[in-house]
């Protein structure tokens, strides 16, 4: 499956944007997709997944009650809505899906080209 992510750009603090990612290929029903994100000089560090019903969903304590993620198998898309954005939310966001269990570490078989979130204080 080809992956690619969009939605980035640059807010201010406490704003909101929402990020998408569009699945080609392979039944984008089939994967679990998640989100990652890196920060310069930081390593790649998970935000959230959702599993391939849609349901349950996983989400980094750093986001929690701020992120949404959510799909929408018809499109062959997955989202992540980031509200009350705060500076350190800062980096490069990646979507990424597997077939696998574990939904936290990077181990995921495909990957989009990621798309730069900027949020200003």
């Known amino acids: 499956v080809q992956l690619q992510a969009s939605g980035g750009g640059l807010v201010q603090a406490g704003g909101s944007l929402r990020l998408s990612c569009s699945a080609s290929g392979r039944s984008f029903s089939a994967y679990t997709v998640g989100w990652f994100r890196q920060a310069p000089g930081k390593e790649r560090e998970f935000v959230a997944a959702?599993?391939?019903?849609?349901?349950?969903?996983f989400y980094a304590d750093s986001v929690k009650g701020r992120f949404t993620i959510s799909r929408d198998n018809r499109k062959n898309t997955g989202y992540l809505q980031m509200d009350s954005l705060k500076p350190e939310d800062t980096a490069v966001y990646y979507c990424a899906a597997q077939a696998g269990a574990d939904v936290t570490l990077p181990n995921y078989g495909y990957w989009g080209q990621g798309t730069q979130v900027t949020v200003s204080s």
């Open positions: 959702i599993r391939q019903s849609g349901e349950p969903r």
